[in-house]
């Protein structure tokens, strides 16, 4: 590979907390070096970067007791390493402590701040010694903000689950939103799946149907995704089974078009609803972000829908179709609480103060989705949350403002969901392949 340039891991995983801690995504930020990285340095990169924003409220715990001062009083690269050092350390099972503090303390003294590599060894050696006896105190505690810190849950979202959930469901969502998770990928070639899982196992990676989902395999591992079979020939997707199943719902009420969705993102639900659904009937994706449409075009591309794909920039609030809707998909803005396990930085961003602004607009868009929606016709509201203030209040709120709707019923295989209070249902996030999501869908009386 003559002129390429490859990244150790433990490097990669450092520039990718940088763009982490100043607001991308993890999984964003790992796609711009994963080209970078041959495998093994990719797998590192992504075990430190994912271990560190799990249990980050923790790794700021345990540095706070070896630290003469507070972490924010040192240098931001000085505190992301000490904060990748005490997540390695703890979480790494198959790496040296030894080879990890050495590269992260010649990481901080080749940089900016060679001064401070002394303290990096010092404090990181403590946190291999004597964190494990403060982590089974934590862990062994009854005390819910000792679990919550343990875990690695914000506390007032702990609170929250306790409230909403009761404490024996809450202490079960906080060790299920802290399981690893796994790649699931959707067949958009149905007829390759054979080939897909051969092609897999010639490459040591496991993979099968899911027993949930039709045109659906779950992987036993995490995969770049360019790299799995017949990625760039568009024949497979990643997406979570939880949010396959919400559109499989949707498909399933369907008499008619057209369709549209209110907030398409990168267009991930854009291609399943493109794959499944008849050319007949149209579909119009509408979102906010140009960056979002120009990816979702190209996965459009990819996946080889492009032609089919009509998508419109612009606030969900009032742009206007093509076509007035027969059945709206609204897969609304959200905390992203039901996803904590795949996008863990998300949870340290979110407040209680920003619980109640992502509300407002979910009523909002809500709204707007019943005003439009052709009598006759349905409307689906989903959310990747576990927080009902997003859900059952959201729907609760804007179905008190009257309108003829009545909610229809919605089924799904297995032991995957729970009835909502009282509207909707609730995909639990029990397994590595789904995420929590909450689903609900209303007629709109003729």
């Known amino acids: 590979m003559e002129g390429r340039v490859f990244m150790r891991g433990i490097e990669a995983a450092l520039e990718c907390r940088r763009e982490v801690r100043k607001g991308a995504f993890a999984a964003e930020a790992l796609r711009k070096v994963g080209a970078q990285l041959d495998p093994p340095d990719r797998v590192l990169a992504s075990s430190l970067l994912y271990a560190t924003s799990r249990r980050e409220s923790l790794w700021k715990h345990l540095l706070g007791l070896f630290l003469r001062k507070p972490l924010h009083a040192l240098s931001a690269e000085t505190a992301d390493v000490l904060m990748v050092g005490a997540a390695g350390l703890i979480e790494l099972r198959h790496f040296s402590p030894q080879v990890l503090v050495s590269a992260l303390v010649g990481h901080v003294k080749a940089g900016r701040f060679p001064h401070e590599a002394g303290l990096v060894n010092a404090v990181l050696r403590r946190v291999h010694e004597e964190a494990p006896q403060v982590l089974a105190k934590l862990a062994s505690s009854a005390d819910a903000k000792d679990q919550c810190l343990f875990l690695g849950i914000p506390s007032w979202a702990g609170r929250r689950w306790i409230e909403e959930w009761g404490k024996e469901e809450a202490r079960n969502l906080w060790k299920l939103s802290s399981m690893k998770p796994y790649l699931s990928v959707r067949l958009n070639r149905p007829e390759k799946e054979q080939e897909f899982l051969t092609a897999l196992e010639r490459a040591k990676i496991r993979g099968w149907p899911s027993p949930l989902l039709r045109e659906s395999c779950r992987l036993s591992s995490n995969p770049f995704p360019p790299s799995l079979p017949g990625f760039s020939e568009g024949w497979v997707t990643p997406q979570t089974e939880s949010s396959m199943l919400v559109v499989e719902a949707f498909l399933e009420l369907l008499d008619g078009g057209p369709v549209l969705e ?68 609204l897969d609304a803005p959200c905390s992203g609480s039901g996803t904590w396990k795949r996008h863990p930085e998300s949870k340290w961003r979110l407040s209680p103060e920003r619980l109640a602004q992502m509300a407002e607009l979910q009523a909002a868009l809500l709204e707007r989705a019943f005003r439009l929606v052709q009598p006759g016709g349905i409307v689906v509201y989903c959310t990747c949350s576990l927080f009902r203030e997003e859900n059952e209040q959201v729907v609760g709120s804007v179905l008190g403002f009257g309108g003829d709707l009545v909610e229809l019923p919605l089924s799904f295989p297995g032991t995957v969901s729970v009835k909502g209070k009282p509207y909707g249902r609730i995909l639990w996030p029990k397994l590595p392949w789904i995420d929590g999501f909450y689903v609900a869908a209303f007629m709109k009386r003729a």
């Open 262 to 329: 209110m907030c398409s993102g990168r267009g991930v639900k854009s291609g399943q609803l493109l794959c499944r659904l008849p050319e007949g009937i149209p579909v119009e994706s509408w979102e906010l972000s140009p960056g979002k449409v120009a990816s979702a075009k190209a996965e459009m591309h990819r996946i080889g829908v492009a032609r089919r794909a009509v998508f419109k920039i612009g606030d969900a609030r009032t742009l206007e179709p093509e076509r007035a809707p027969r059945a709206v998909f």
